[in-house]
T-cell receptor, first 112, second 114 residues
Framework: DQQVKQNSPSLSVQEGRISILNCDYT??????FLWYKKYPAEGPTFLIS???IKDKNEDGRFTVFLNKSAKHLSLHIVPSQPGDSAVYFC???????????WGAGTKLIIKP | ETGVTQSPTHLIKTRGQQVTLRCSSQ?????VSWYQQALGQGPQFIFQ???????GRGNFPPRFSGLQFPNYSSELNVNALELDDSALYLC?????????????FGAGTRLSVL
């Protein structure tokens, strides 16, 4: 039972263009969402988060959009840079405040 | 400021054996969470320790157990290993137990069960 889904295992984007990574969830009780980035042989690192009371949060080149009615969030990276090539995970806060439910990840490849 | 470190990096065990994985928290962090990441999947929450006590647990059997020490480092113990326990085990430390607190991850321990 996957409560958080990232349906695109991989995404290839030209350097300088916008990267859009998508995430869907099934549980309407989720109230906090996070994006993490993971390079090979390293642990995930926190990127950006959003509370369910907002529909957008921006941090430099990274913007997360939340559409609660569609149970969908997306991460926009603009402009995309070679260092952005990594696996991106979407995670949601479960019904307890300590547990994160993670998607399977999307591998982003930025082409020069 | 030292980051989160995990040991060992890789480990090979046979079915039925027991294993202990170790995690040193980032300086000043009092909360450690452990995750299992199978190949091609996202991390799955195992449990969390806050100030030396288990604060919450995911859907894992009792043969997965843990400890947190006074210096906030932590251990994950798995008894009676099964083939499906083969995975990357990640620990993350944070200041406080709320998931809104940023979790800082180690690079993980790759466990192979033969």
């Amino acid at each position: 039972d996957q409560q958080v889904k990232q349906n695109s295992p991989s995404l290839s984007v030209q350097e300088g263009r916008i990267s859009i990574l998508n995430c869907d969830y099934t549980n309407s009780m989720f109230d906090y969402f996070l994006w993490y980035k993971k390079y090979p042989a390293e642990g995930p690192t926190f990127l950006i988060s959003i509370s369910s009371i907002k529909d957008k949060n921006e941090d430099g080149r990274f913007t997360v959009f939340l559409n609660k009615s569609a149970k969908h969030l997306s991460l926009h990276i603009v402009p995309s840079q070679p260092g952005d090539s990594a696996v991106y995970f979407c995670a949601a806060r479960g019904q307890s405040n300590y547990q994160l439910i993670w998607g399977a990840g999307t591998k982003l490849i930025i082409k020069p | 400021e030292t980051g989160v470190t995990q040991s060992p990096t890789h480990l090979i065990k046979t079915r039925g054996q027991q294993v202990t994985l170790r995690c040193s928290s980032q300086s000043g962090h009092n909360t450690v969470s452990w995750y299992q990441q199978a190949l091609g999947q996202g991390p799955q929450f195992i449990f969390q320790y806050y100030r030396e006590e288990e604060n919450g647990r995911g859907n894992f059997p009792p043969r997965f157990s843990g400890l947190q020490f006074p210096n906030y480092s932590s251990e994950l113990n798995v008894n009676a290993l099964e083939l499906d326990d083969s995975a990357l085990y990640l620990c993350a430390s944070s200041l406080g137990r709320e998931t809104s607190n940023i979790q800082y991850f180690g690079a993980g321990t790759r466990l192979s069960v033969l």
